[in-house]
């Protein structure tokens, strides 16, 4: 039987866990051990879509109690391009400061019987902590004990190419607010929110070209946690003056990285369990690291509770329990980071309102972005129609060289007499240059394609074929899909990564 658990790590996932097991057998010895201390809190907010927060609410009120007393909610997102503001609503979120949050937290945990250490690392070594039943590795995206235990546990990592820094500003956004900037080295781009009455969490993605044009390179990242970069601060500062009325940037440990996806193929050895970061990372476009830590921590104190007298068993069910979630936000996660490794050249192609549906369809498609906000869409498809003589995306007409496609949806047959140049996509995003090359080499060579046709590969390759095609050369382009359907077929025309679409059985 557990007895004495040892939770490593003292954020929220943490924390969450041993109130949830305490609360639920107080005969249970809980401990948290923190390596850092009380008021150490590195971040500024965290945020929660409506949808997601029902299980948290069920298992807790801590939670519900700190958005609803300390937190903001909206309803909708803002995109800021050009001079414009998109909103579209039916997306319900709330945030509040990550600090607050530990705050309440640690409050609930003692209140329960939690025992919190702070300024107590302990060493990546089972060993030392012998005489705990469990050990719950909650110790963040760089987990010692997960990397001590890679070859049981086996962990990937995937490292993005676009480069981020995460500030607080004194200026208030309204809700989930992406702003899109073009300065004199590049584009930037910031994802804002409100956590408090006085602060926004101000997230800035570029790309490595535009970060090392602005000479953002030079501080260096290899020191321990605290300081911050005053030199990107001023930058930025700079850039967003207008977007954010003057207001100055807030740092906290505020330095460039490139977003680490991380997956392991067990979370669980002999007695030690790992949860939240340390077993998986999603881009936080997508995906709360802290909301899917809270959801594990749900996850494991149920299956210790069900499974009292068999730890192995519950760290089975534990894990059986809380992967598939994982694996879903991670799968939506990634067409999202590729978006942000991309948004530079969307942001020189497109207008406004095609920009706003581009970035919002980027891992869902037309008629579910319609059930949060008709009058979204519909101003999406009346620009379609007024750029096309009134007509609907599907029944809009193409000319390709010589030949005149009455309509957007293509088989084989029409494609006779068009010079068309067919792309296998890979299942991998690693294999694209390879492609990416093949497909320059065509349209440079004696008799360029009037028509890039993709197919095969995920959903994601497509796309990022059928845009180097359109975007980058200019030439019109194809995707043809399994099962394409009228949904992903409006949605892949209206957002600008296809000109025509197509069936793989046709």
Same mark, same amino acid.
């Given at each position: 039987?557990?007895?004495?658990?040892?939770?490593?790590?003292?954020?929220?996932?943490?924390?969450?866990?041993?109130?949830?097991?305490?609360?639920? /057998?107080?005969?249970?010895?809980?401990?948290?051990?923190?390596?850092?201390?009380?008021?150490?809190?590195?971040?500024?907010?965290?945020?929660?879509?409506?949808?997601?927060?029902?299980?948290?609410?069920?298992?807790?009120?801590?939670?519900?109690?700190?958005?609803?007393?300390?937190?903001?909610? +909206?309803?909708?997102?803002?995109?800021?391009?050009?001079?414009?503001?998109?909103?579209?609503?039916?997306?319900?979120?709330?945030?509040?400061?990550?600090?607050?949050?530990?705050?309440?937290?640690?409050?609930?945990?003692?209140?329960?019987?939690?025992?919190?250490? %702070?300024?107590?690392?302990?060493?990546?070594?089972?060993?030392?902590?012998?005489?705990?039943?469990?050990?719950?590795?909650?110790?963040?995206?760089?987990?010692? %004990?997960?990397?001590?235990?890679?070859?049981?546990?086996?962990?990937?990592?995937?490292?993005?190419?676009?480069?981020?820094? +995460? %500030?607080?500003?004194?200026?208030?956004?309204?809700?989930?607010?992406?702003?899109?900037?073009?300065?004199?080295?590049?584009?930037?781009?910031?994802?804002?929110?409100?956590?408090?009455?006085?602060?926004?969490?101000?997230?800035?993605?570029?790309?490595?070209?535009?970060?090392?044009?602005?000479?953002?390179?030079?501080?260096?990242?290899?020191?321990?946690?605290? !300081? $911050?970069?005053?030199?990107?601060?001023?930058?930025?500062?700079?850039?967003?003056?207008?977007?954010?009325?003057?207001?100055?940037?807030?740092?906290?440990?505020?330095? +460039?990285?490139?977003?680490?996806?991380?997956?392991?193929?067990?979370?669980?050895?002999?007695?030690?369990?790992?949860?939240?970061?340390? *077993?998986?990372?999603?881009?936080?476009?997508?995906?709360?690291?802290?909301?899917?830590?809270?959801?594990?921590?749900?996850?494991?104190?149920?299956?210790?509770?069900?499974?009292? /007298?068999?730890?192995?068993?519950?760290?089975?069910?534990?894990?059986?329990?809380?992967?598939?979630?994982?694996?879903?936000?991670?799968?939506?996660?990634?067409? $999202?980071? $590729? +978006?942000?490794?991309?948004?530079?050249?969307?942001?020189?192609?497109?207008?406004?309102?095609?920009? *706003?549906?581009?970035?919002?369809?980027?891992?869902?498609?037309?008629?579910?972005?319609?059930?949060?906000?008709?009058?979204?869409?519909?101003?999406?498809?009346?620009?379609?129609?007024?750029?096309?003589?009134?007509?609907? !995306?599907?029944?809009? !007409?193409?000319?390709?060289?010589?030949?005149? %496609?009455?309509?957007?949806?293509?088989?084989?047959?029409?494609?006779?007499?068009? *010079?068309?140049?067919?792309?296998? @996509?890979?299942?991998?995003?690693?294999?694209?240059?390879?492609?990416?090359?093949?497909?320059?080499?065509?349209? $440079?060579?004696?008799? !360029?394609?009037?028509?890039? @046709?993709?197919?095969?590969?995920?959903?994601?390759?497509?796309?990022?074929?059928?845009?180097?095609?359109?975007?980058?050369?200019?030439?019109?382009?194809?995707?043809?899909?399994?099962?394409?359907?009228?949904?992903?077929?409006?949605?892949?025309?209206?957002?600008?990564?296809?000109?025509?679409?197509?069936?793989?059985?046709?």
């Amino acid at each position: 039987m557990v007895s004495r658990i040892a939770c490593v790590g003292g954020g929220p996932g943490g924390l969450f866990f041993a109130t949830l097991l305490k609360q639920a /057998d107080p005969s249970v010895e809980v401990t948290v051990f923190e390596r850092n201390r009380p008021d150490d809190t590195f971040g500024f907010g965290v945020v929660f879509s409506d949808a997601t927060l029902a299980g948290i609410h069920a298992a807790d009120p801590v939670l519900r109690t700190a958005l609803a007393e300390h937190g903001r909610h +909206w309803d909708d997102i803002e995109v800021r391009l050009k001079g414009q503001r998109i909103r579209c609503g039916g997306n319900g979120m709330a945030a509040i400061s990550r600090r607050t949050l530990l705050q309440l937290l640690r409050r609930r945990a003692e209140e329960v019987g939690v025992e919190l250490r %702070f300024s107590h690392e302990i060493p990546a070594d089972p060993a030392q902590l012998a005489d705990y039943d469990l050990i719950v590795a909650a110790d963040g995206a760089n987990s010692r %004990f997960r990397d001590g235990l890679a070859d049981v546990l086996v962990p990937e990592v995937e490292v993005a190419t676009a480069k981020f820094i +995460w %500030f607080g500003t004194s200026y208030l956004f309204d809700g989930l607010t992406f702003v899109h900037e073009h300065g004199p080295h590049g584009t930037f781009a910031v994802h804002g929110y409100p956590i408090s009455d006085g602060v926004s969490t101000f997230i800035v993605e570029t790309d490595e070209e535009s970060w090392r044009r602005a000479g953002l390179d030079q501080f260096d990242t290899s020191q321990p946690p605290g !300081p $911050s970069d005053e030199k990107t601060k001023a930058y930025l500062e700079k850039l967003f003056a207008e977007q954010i009325d003057g207001h100055e940037l807030l740092v906290n440990n505020s330095r +460039w990285g490139n977003f680490r996806t991380r997956r392991a193929r067990r979370w669980h050895s002999g007695n030690v369990v790992l949860l939240g970061d340390a *077993a998986h990372t999603a881009h936080f476009s997508v995906g709360s690291g802290t909301k899917m830590a809270m959801e594990d921590a749900i996850a494991l104190a149920i299956s210790l509770n069900t499974h009292r /007298d068999d730890l192995p068993a519950a760290l089975e069910a534990y894990e059986a329990a809380a992967r598939p979630s994982v694996e879903k936000i991670q799968a939506s996660a990634r067409p $999202s980071l $590729s +978006w942000w490794e991309h948004f530079g050249r969307y942001h020189d192609a497109f207008e406004p309102t095609r920009f *706003a549906f581009h970035f919002l369809s980027r891992s869902i498609g037309k008629e579910r972005i319609a059930r949060r906000d008709p009058a979204f869409v519909e101003e999406v498809v009346r620009d379609w129609r007024a750029a096309h003589e009134g007509r609907d !995306p599907l029944d809009t !007409p193409l000319r390709v060289g010589e030949q005149e %496609f009455a309509g957007r949806w293509v088989t084989g047959a029409d494609l006779a007499g068009v *010079a068309c140049l067919s792309l296998i @996509a890979p299942d991998s995003e690693a294999q694209l240059p390879a492609l990416y090359g093949e497909l320059e080499r065509a349209v $440079s060579g004696t008799t !360029p394609p009037e028509l890039v @046709a993709v197919h095969a590969g995920t959903a994601l390759t497509r796309q990022l074929l059928a845009e180097q095609a359109r975007l980058g050369h200019a030439v019109p382009a194809l995707i043809v899909e399994d099962g394409m359907d009228t949904d992903r077929a409006e949605t892949l025309l209206l957002s600008g990564r296809a000109d025509l679409v197509g069936r793989d059985e046709a």
